[in-house]
């Protein structure tokens, strides 16, 4: 990170806490991404500038002058440094390498780097392997790069589907000693280029194998060699797709043999010392194919409003710092959820056991006990530890269908009156939150079913009910309390925040809405509450699905921190993850700082640079599931569209480019496109003014939101791509060329 300023710009040392203007001023000037260190080396400051500088940035984070872009990490320009590792992902027309920065941390697609070819005597670079480049910026996100130094500490990984040579492909005319056994399409979808598998180095892998590779030496032309090394299963096996992304990013999935047997030596706890929750009935509500519970929650009224518990598995009564557990749990930083299968953060003998709340079984708890007046304020919040014996494990389904009035035999066996409660206490917590202004996105999940043979039998929107709005607010309660609880008594937590979106992206979110007759207040006045406005006002209606996804686009992810900068989407102050620790490292982290703050176990808690690294480890482990569970998802969808290539079906438009329409399948939720080259022949602009697709010739015209009837005409299941064309319209040129 750079310790000065760039030849030509202003704000020299002072020795004194810079003004707002002259922090910006730095901050837009320097290279990369600038926090509180590179900022006190800048101006002089000394540890008495520590607090203000904080309160500073977090001002000009709140009213959008700033972005973050990591853990304590600011920009306000997207340029790459002058140097950087980046992988080839593939080669332009004229056989060049094509790259991508491994780590990217701005808005929007990462960069295209367009390489140089390599000195004469030097093996050319090859798709997947990684360099270290010397950049120079050439366009808006376009860069050329020349090598200055190969990786080689590790082998290159080729993740993809292993094709047999059938007797129609022109590589058996060579002679048998270059003769291939196959070929292999990378999973990449970034990757242009198939490898070449040699025979002898096939590992017998079998036709529509998914397989990993290493790359070979390149002997000749063509195209470049690559050994398998593991197979994964048959393409056709549903089960096999989650393990594409485990391989591809790097996911931790085989635990060490000393964690493991750490997990083993498990046993449950005593009730010395513990809070004894044994004879309140709470309860735990998750979903029907859950395994792990680890949040039980109880409510009984109180006055006007309701008394509260949110209890939690005891992770850290288990998971001690340091230990070997301790050390895969961070490294791992959360669980990743797929149809067929989780990547635990923690062994099956603790996530699946001694810390799942199972009902009528004693377990360790930490508990939260609060007090919810009627207008949804929340107060006397008091932790502790406990051991606690789950009266009921229930369903979102179950505890709706006793709501809507047809209660099961479980939901008839709970104390009279505890459901009421339940939904009492949900009602006033809503309340507040309708309040403060809180941004609601409604965004569909979608949902994989398996049947036992691991063949998908639906793709379909997972429905939101009552119940789990009730669970989600009980949750954030309890996360707030643990928040303020542990602000109150100084002691040092990773926070979850979520800043304010950028005033560039506000503002072309303006524009967009302006064009579908829907307005928001200027870019320095608007709040949570004026987005949420507008998506209450296209609620169920056609405009509804493209107006959520135009919103979330403009916001920024949200990240973990030891500064508590806010949560823009919940408006809340203050907010740390506190009630899933089976499954997030950083709710972990929470319960120890709990337990220290509560005088339950001796300090001293984490210091703040132990926590901002942490936070920056987990942040990228979370956005790493979050994009396995997404690239998993299309694989899903690409493969279910196999069987219907041909099939008509109705979609809508959710952005335009320059080189197609990208489009939402209504039936399944999956994203396609449908290129240019499958629309009628014409001369077509695209105005991102106004958004839209016109073409000259015809009175056709597309724009966001619109309606289409689609048909299936291309999957590519490893890639999880899906390529679309118009119903009775000619063959795409792209075929017709074929």
């Known amino acids: 990170m750079p310790d000065r300023l760039p030849t030509g710009t202003s704000p020299a040392r002072t020795g004194g806490l ?278 039980a929650i109880y409510a009984e009224p109180d006055g006007e409003g309701f008394r509260i518990t949110v209890a939690i598995a005891d992770v850290a009564w288990y998971v001690r710092p340091g230990s070997a557990l301790d050390r895969e749990a961070r490294l791992r930083g959360n669980s990743v959820y797929f149809p067929d299968r989780v990547i635990p953060m923690l062994p099956e003998e603790l996530s699946n056991g001694w810390c799942s709340l199972r009902p009528n079984e004693d377990r360790g708890c930490l508990f939260i006990d609060m007090r919810v007046a009627a207008n949804g304020v929340v107060s006397d919040a008091r932790p502790g530890r406990g051991i606690m014996r789950s009266a009921a494990r229930l369903t979102y389904e179950q505890v709706q269908a006793a709501r809507d009035g047809a209660p099961d035999t479980t939901m008839q066996s709970l104390p009279d009156g505890l459901l009421d409660s339940l939904f009492g206490a949900w009602s006033c917590l809503s309340r507040a939150r309708a309040e403060r202004g809180t941004l609601d996105l409604d965004l569909p999940e979608r949902q994989v079913h398996l049947n036992d043979h691991g063949q998908i039998e639906t793709i379909r929107p997972r429905i939101r009910l009552d119940s789990h709005r009730l669970v989600e607010e009980f949750m954030i309660a309890a996360n707030v309390a643990a928040a303020h609880y542990l602000e109150r008594r100084h002691v040092p937590c990773l926070y979850r925040i979520h800043a304010p979106p950028a005033p560039e992206r506000l503002e072309t979110l303006r524009r967009a809405l302006e064009m579908m007759g829907l307005s928001l207040p200027p870019v320095g006045r608007l709040r949570a509450t004026d987005l949420d406005r507008v998506l209450r006002q296209v609620s169920d209606t056609d405009q509804a699905g493209l107006v959520n996804e135009l919103v979330l686009r403009a916001q920024n992810q949200a990240e973990y921190s030891p500064d508590p900068v806010g949560h823009f989407g919940l408006s809340l102050s203050a907010y740390a993850h506190f009630t899933s620790p089976i499954r997030r490292y950083a709710d972990l982290l929470t319960h120890r700082a709990l337990l220290v703050a509560a005088g339950l176990e001796p300090g001293p808690a984490p210091d703040h640079e132990t926590l901002e690294e942490t936070g920056q480890a987990i942040t990228r482990t979370e956005r790493r599931a979050a994009q396995a569970e997404r690239d998993t998802l299309e694989r899903y969808a690409a493969t279910w569209l196999e069987t219907r290539v041909g099939s008509v079906m109705e979609a809508h438009i959710s952005s335009l480019s320059r080189f197609g329409i990208f489009v939402v399948l209504d039936a399944t939720g999956t994203s396609a496109l449908l290129p240019m080259s499958a629309l009628p022949e014409d001369q077509w602009h695209h105005d991102e003014k106004t958004q839209t697709l016109s073409g000259r010739n015809t009175t056709m015209a597309f724009r966001p939101g619109q309606a289409l009837r689609v048909r299936i005409e291309e999957t590519c299941a490893i890639r999880g791509t899906v390529l679309l064309a118009l119903p009775d319209a000619p063959p795409p040129r792209w075929k017709r060329r074929a």
């Open 18 to 295: 810079p003004d707002r203007e002259q922090l910006r001023a730095f901050i837009e000037n320097a290279p990369g991404r600038i926090g509180k260190r590179e900022i006190s080396r800048q101006f002089g400051l000394g540890p008495e500038h520590r607090r203000p500088l904080r309160e500073m940035l977090r001002d000009m984070a709140l009213d959008g002058t700033l972005a973050p872009a990591g853990a304590r990490r600011f920009r306000v320009s997207d340029r790459l440094p002058e140097s950087a590792v980046v992988q080839v992902t593939g080669t332009d027309a004229d056989g060049d390498p094509i790259a991508r920065p491994v780590q990217w941390d701005g808005e929007g697609s990462s960069p295209v780097v367009f390489m140089h070819p390599e000195l004469r005597g030097r093996p050319a670079l090859a798709p997947g392997e990684r360099v270290v480049a010397r950049l120079r910026r050439v366009g808006p996100g376009r860069y050329e790069g020349r090598t200055l130094r190969r990786l080689t500490d590790a082998p290159v990984q080729i993740v993809g589907l292993f094709h047999r040579l059938d007797e129609s492909d022109p590589a058996l005319a060579a002679p048998a000693r270059f003769r291939p056994a196959g070929r292999l399409t990378p999973a990449d979808r970034r990757a242009k280029a198939e490898w070449s598998i040699p025979a002898g180095e096939d590992d017998d892998a079998p036709d529509n194998e998914v397989v990993i590779a290493e790359p070979l030496p390149q002997a000749g032309p063509g195209l470049h060699p690559a050994r398998i090394i593991q197979r994964l299963g048959p393409q056709g096996d549903a089960r096999t797709i989650s393990m594409v992304a485990v391989a591809m990013l790097g996911i931790p999935h085989l635990f060490p043999t000393e964690a493991l047997a750490q997990a083993r030596a498990a046993r449950g706890v005593a009730p010395d010392g513990r809070t004894d929750l044994r004879d309140v009935p709470l309860v735990t509500i998750d979903g029907a194919d859950a395994r792990d519970f680890d949040d």
